[in-house]
Nanobody, 115 residues
Framework: QVQLVESGGGLVQPGGSLRLLCAAS????????TGWYRQAPGKQRELAAT???????DYAATMKGRFTISRDNAKNTVYLQMNSLKPEDTAVYYC?????????WGKGTLVTVSS
């Protein structure tokens, strides 16, 4: 069974940075597109960033230039470096992995941007 475990969330001031980490328990991690989505209070879940097996990346327009997604296939881990954080970035951030027969989600990690 695939498990995705996120960490790295927390409280940060506007303009600050955080690095999220997602560890995946799947042997075919290097063959899968993985990424991060987020859900703010009262809003729908939205794409933050994805990274393909060939390391190509895709970002939501509001996060491009501030967020950087990366992966370490040796560690079955995907990262999201978030810089210049804004209060509107406050959300639960979920790790996502597109498996061979389904899509998997972590339980999420809360990021709160507030002074």
């Amino acid at each position: 069974q695939v498990q995705l475990v996120e960490s790295g969330g927390g409280l940060v001031q506007p303009g600050g940075s955080l690095r999220l980490l997602c560890a995946a328990s799947v042997t075919s991690f290097r063959l899968r597109t993985t990424g991060w989505y987020r859900q703010a209070p009262g809003k729908q879940r939205e794409l933050a960033a994805t990274i393909a097996p060939n390391f190509s990346t895709d970002y939501a327009a509001t996060m491009k230039g501030r967020f950087t997604i990366s992966r370490d296939n040796a560690k079955n881990t995907v990262y999201l470096q978030m810089n210049s954080l804004k209060p509107e970035d406050t959300a639960v951030y979920y790790c996502n992995l597109q498996g061979a027969v389904g899509t998997y989600w972590g339980k999420g990690t809360l990021v709160t941007v507030s002074s």
